[in-house]
């Protein structure tokens, strides 16, 4: 069973271009969260997609947007880049919750490591 | 969600159990601790997580104080493979994909 798998694995854009960062969840999974991590500190929790929407988003600013497919999958779109996005973007997959069933595990997949210059 | 305080960096020798405190004075009731472990250059990977009861499984034992502010991680045998960041999180079970984390525990296990 693959887990959480992201693409790519390392990108280095210009100030003021556009990414697509790509996440494929856990097998059985239909929840994806989006975590930012800069170097030194813990990730930052960007969004959440279920069901094709953004159901909660953290302290980010428009310039992060997502999508999720009908498969689950999802991405992270980030406009006009700064040098302060330089991180590492972490894909998180989970089942969701429902009331009576406790779920309490997100799988990480390694991240995509973005470099701004 | 409540925040945690974690000590920035512990040493444990190889083969010994490590202690990694959590203080989390301000959680309610209704939240839980989560632990999760970041190896260098990977994804958090889960660890345990409880709501007041003391909890154990294959990985590690954690130890809830009664009043709840405070918890222990406690990994029974140490080994080089332990070496990681140790995030205490504390979020209610319907936020558990929501997480804030701190800053973490450098955990260093040395032979």
């Known amino acids: 069973d693959a887990g959480v798998t992201q693409s790519p694995t390392h990108l280095i854009k210009t100030r003021g271009q556009q990414v697509t960062l790509r996440c494929s969840p856990k097998?059985?999974?239909?929840?994806v969260s989006w975590y930012q991590q800069a170097l030194g500190q813990g990730p930052q929790f960007i969004f959440q997609y279920y069901e094709e929407e953004e159901r909660q988003r953290g302290n980010f600013p428009d310039r992060f947007s997502g999508h999720q497919f009908p498969n689950y999958s999802s991405e992270l779109n980030v406009n006009a880049l700064l040098l302060g996005d330089s991180a590492l973007y972490l894909c998180a997959s989970s089942f969701p919750t429902v009331a009576g069933f406790e779920r309490y595990e997100q799988y990480f997949g390694p991240g995509t490591r973005l470099t701004v210059t | 969600d409540a925040k945690t305080t974690q000590p920035t960096s512990m040493d444990c020798a190889e083969g010994r159990a490590a202690n990694l405190p959590c203080n989390h004075s301000t959680i309610s009731g209704n939240e839980y601790v989560y632990w999760y472990r970041q190896i260098h250059s990977q994804g958090p990977q889960y660890i345990i997580h409880?709501?007041?009861n003391n909890e154990t499984n294959e990985m590690a034992s954690l130890i809830i104080t009664e009043d709840r502010k405070s918890s222990t991680l406690i990994l029974p045998h140490a080994t080089l493979r332990d070496t990681a960041v140790y995030y205490c999180?504390?979020?209610?079970?319907?936020?558990?994909?929501?997480?804030?984390f701190g800053s973490g525990t450098k955990l260093n296990v040395k032979p």
């Open positions: 409880g709501l007041k």
């Open positions: 999180i504390v979020s209610s079970k319907y936020n558990f994909n929501k997480f804030y």
């Open positions: 097998s059985g999974h239909d929840t």
